[in-house]
């Protein structure tokens, strides 16, 4: 039966540590992690001899279904989940975007939009406005329905972006409640100016997107929000950084002691801005998405950063648009929806780029792929790790086999993929979910209705020692300064 699984002989990585163990899962629950385990005639077994046992992905970063600039994302709650789970990714966080600025109204469109979910996913929420409903609202998605993440869009001017005042109300907000503030870092007024200019220059083909926001308006939004988080002693995560400009901001707050996390996303990691001035506009708009897919050198130095410890993990940003829907903004980049593919690729090509390629380790990988985020988000050790009485989302994973993503063979229901023709090293040869195989060397077996939504808590270790900063820094306010009366 399905129920009860037995991995057996391979290595078993955990973000801590390697080790050749057998892995044995019951009920969707990992039971046991030792070498030599024996077990009865009823129990599958999955032989991994030379193979990676890993957790599987977790991906911080995709809108499955999301109602953006016109029209909805292709993949929804099921075809994007497929798509991970063939991918190697176990679990992904979406990010509800409120109803008319209406959070519970939001929750409920999303709780609707997660009915056919076939793996286990988890909530942020977009906070697009601000009065004391959505104050009091915010506090009822922590303390009631498991969001503990709020993403503020600093871009999207007249649709999603909010200004600096909203910011920090958002920001003493999430403080207050342990919830972690996101943002979507660039200056949207520039975004807006910069637009402008190049439709009055003539430049409406989707070389105008990335021209329109170029990284210098990534890296001061970034900054601002950073000295604003810091302004209000609360930790931020910088979503989908793209460029250089922005990653030197996390790295010098880093260094500064201020609990900021980066977040970069594949599409950043591996790809330049070639793509977006192909003379075919199909072709071309598939990689717009915001912020932009930067010139050539960025990529490279994104990875670095993820290397040595300035960026912590990986999303995608999925959010993939067809061809059909991409052509809104033939004459007018504009009106192209912005987003790209992933959520499949994602384990597949960090891989290639950072292991294969000798930059980080397996144990690395595991870190930024899936543990980290769990810690992040506080669902660790139940997600992000290969340990007993952790959930059975596990991976087996071939070094020495070989991945090539076409659209041919994607599962996503996009028709077009960013990563096409890329192919690399390692191949995720089995998925286990919830403790059933769901993905077995090319085959697909998922059920729409059982993922589950998992409940994050507020107050992560990104929250510790929050209050003593706090007392120092208004004990040092409070303390007016002793002056003698002036001579009369
Ligand atoms: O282009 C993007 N990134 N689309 C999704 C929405 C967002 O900003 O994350
Ligand atoms: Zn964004
Ligand atoms: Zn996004
Ligand atoms: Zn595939």
Known sequence: SSSKILIKGGTVVNAHQQEIADV?????????????IKVSDDVTVLDATGKFVMPGGIDPHTHLG???????????????????????TTMHIDFVIPVNGSLSAGLEAYKD????????????????????IVSREMEIMVKEQGINSFKFF???????????ELLLEGLKKCKSLGALAMVHAENGDAVFEGQKKMIELGITGPEGHALSRPPVLEGEATARAIRL???????????????????EEIARARKSGQRVIGEPVVSGLVLDDSGIWDPD?????????SPPIRASGHDKALQAALSTGILQ????????FNSTQKAFGIDDFRKIPNGVNGIEERMHLVWDTMVESGQISVTDYVRLTSTECARIFNIYPRKGAILAGSDADIIIFNPSSSFEITTRSHHSRSDTNVFEGKRGKGKVEVTIAGGRVLWNNGE????????????????????????KADAKYLSSLQAPVKRSKAAT
């Not at 044995?24 to 030599?36: H, L, N, R, T």
């Not at 600039?69 to 989940?81: A, E, I, K, L, R």
């Not at 697909?444 to 209050?467: A, H, R, T, W």
């Open 24 to 36: 044995y899962i019951e009920d969707g629950i990992i039971v046991a992690v030792k070498p030599s």
């Open 66 to 88: 999301m109602e953006f600039m016109g029209t909805q994302s292709v993949d929804d709650f099921f075809s994007g989940q497929a798509a991970a789970l063939a991918g190697g």
């Open 113 to 132: 939009k997660a009915k056919k979910s076939c793996m286990d996913y988890g909530f942020h929420m977009a906070i697009t406005k601000w009065d004391e």
């Open 154 to 164: 600093m871009a999207y001017k007249g649709a999603l972006m909010i200004n600096d």
């Open 229 to 247: 988080a810091g302004f209000v002693n609360t930790p931020l995560y910088v979503v989908h950084v793209m460029s250089t400009d922005a990653m």
């Open 281 to 289: 506009f199909t072709t071309a708009a598939k990689y717009v998405m």
């Open 313 to 320: 993990l990986v999303g995608t940003d999925h959010c993939v």
């Open 444 to 467: 697909l077996n998922v059920v729409p209705g059982s993922g589950k939504f998992i409940k994050m808590p507020p107050y992560s270790y990104l929250f510790g020692g929050i209050d």
